[in-house]
């Protein structure tokens, strides 16, 4: 019998139970999940709680329910991954043996790396929505929020889902609008990037959209330390910027004992291979979602698309034969853009966000770099998808591999208009 160990299970690691055990024999694979606990959350479902939409049971459902029969689900704190031995360590002391080994423990938001971020604002005036518990807080705090100056604030890249800040910036300012008090709010969006996002089209439009809305974007910031009694946060080259309030997304890292195994780079993710996910140390293990350090976005669209490409590709391995499948870096992501409208952008490591359609050339419904009701109505109703087909394992009609087809050279893209703030 050999012995299959998925660490995590989150996305990634609940997408790999279903499918792989639908393809490896009963008899000779023995498949076991490891987590801390039995709360699955659907993260992207935080972006929504801090203005009063969506509530802690349609975000949270047990983990168990998403693991499928012959699939064990061991509950614990993973301390350490033995490599040599073919060992994972929990921290109560239980040992678990394991042939081939995958890694999904994600990544977390961690306001410890800032110097200030922890001290005696947080939760007060500074928050992050990266986690259940802060997006609650947060949503308190917008409540006895009328006036001031709202700094919404990225610490370092990579992070999670890198559009949710862009996401939350454009809500807060429809949301202020709709509470009549936009007038009395500066809204800012302090950012490391060189623009208001990664990819230069997608930045380029991005960036209209925030100067449409009179809200300024702070680029190039890299942030040294956050000073709690004068509420400034300050960057290596000494610039400021005060608030009143601050919605930050903390660095984000992979998991502590990823790093304390000897796998991991300076951020605690796991170096592999970006068409195959294997571990560039070991040939028997795998980094699957945002644990590995591929260049593409952390984003529950990459675990999807990765995961159908990686079953294939492990079957292959596990028999001793090449692996023949390759992941692209496919990501799709929504980006809610306020009023009930969202864009999608659609790229992978190669080519960059363009315009378009999506999924079907030419008819969508969904439309590319543009803001559209059906986009957003698409974003809410993929919470549906998330815990009835994708968890599950079930086929999606989505190519895992990004397609060109219904996609328009970047420069038929227009820029007038691309957040669909005219009527
Ligand atoms: C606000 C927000 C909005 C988002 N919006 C979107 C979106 O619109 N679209 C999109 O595609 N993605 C979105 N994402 C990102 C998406 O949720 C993640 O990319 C996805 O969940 C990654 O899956 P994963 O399996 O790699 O990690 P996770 O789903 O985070 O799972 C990791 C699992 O590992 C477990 N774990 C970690 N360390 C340990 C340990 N030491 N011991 C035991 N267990 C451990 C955790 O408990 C967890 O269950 C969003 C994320 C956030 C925070």
Redesign the pocket.
């Known amino acids: 019998m050999r012995k299959l160990l998925i660490l ?6 609940t997408i790999l139970a279903n499918k792989l055990r639908r393809r490896l024999p009963d008899d000779d694979w023995m498949i076991t999940v ?4 039995d709360e ?1 959350h659907y ?2 479902g ?2 929504f709680l801090p203005f009063g939409e969506g509530t802690r049971n349609k975000i949270v459902r047990s983990r168990h329910h998403f693991i499928p029969d012959g699939v064990g689900l061991v509950y ?3 301390d350490e991954i033995c490599a040599g031995d073919n060992l994972v360590r929990l921290q109560d002391g239980r040992v678990l043996a394991y042939d081939f080994l995958v890694i ?3 990544t977390t938001p961690r306001p410890d790396q800032t110097p200030g971020m922890e001290g005696p604002q947080w939760q007060h005036s500074i928050f992050d ?2 986690t259940l518990e802060g997006a609650e807080r947060l949503a308190q705090a917008l409540d006895s929020f009328d006036r001031g100056r709202l700094v919404v604030h990225i610490s370092e890249m990579p992070i ?2 890198p559009v ?1 800040p862009l996401e939350f910036t454009f809500l807060a300012d429809a949301w202020l609008r709709r509470n009549g008090i936009r007038d009395r709010v500066e809204l800012e969006f302090v950012t490391p990037l060189d623009g208001a996002f990664t990819q230069p089209t997608a930045s380029a439009q991005l960036g209209h959209m925030l100067e449409d809305r009179k809200i300024e974007l702070v680029t190039d910031f890299m942030v040294e330390r956050i000073d709690p009694d004068r509420k400034v946060i300050v960057s290596y080259d000494q610039r400021e910027v005060p608030f009143d309030l601050l919605v930050t997304v903390p660095v984000n890292m992979g ?1 502590d ?1 990823v790093a304390r195994s000897g796998l991991g780079d300076e951020l605690h993710y796991v170096p592999v291979d970006q068409h195959t996910l294997l571990s560039t140390q070991h040939d028997n293990i795998f980094a699957v ?3 590995n350090n591929i260049p593409a976005s ?4 990459v ?1 999807h698309f990765s995961a159908e490409i990686f079953v294939d590709n492990f079957l292959q391995h596990t028999a001793g034969r090449p692996m023949t499948g390759s992941f692209d870096g496919h990501a799709n ?2 980006v809610e853009a306020g009023d009930d409208k969202a864009l999608l952008i659609d790229f992978n490591y190669e080519t960059e966000p363009l315009s378009g359609k999506y999924p079907l050339p030419g008819v969508g419904p969904m439309s590319l770099l543009k803001a559209t009701r059906i986009n957003h109505l698409g974003k809410l109703a993929f919470r549906h998808l998330y815990w009835n087909v994708l968890l599950p394992g079930r086929p999606m009609p989505l190519p895992a591999r990004m397609s060109m087809a219904g996609k328009l050279p970047a420069a038929h893209i227009t820029t007038s208009d691309p957040g669909g703030t005219k009527p």
């Open positions: 995590g299970g989150g996305t990634a690691g490891v987590d801390r606990d699955h993260q992207p935080y972006l614990g704190e993973i999904a423990t994600g929505f990266y999670k889902c949710a998991a004992f979602g945002d644990a952390k984003a529950g669209s675990a992501c929504f």
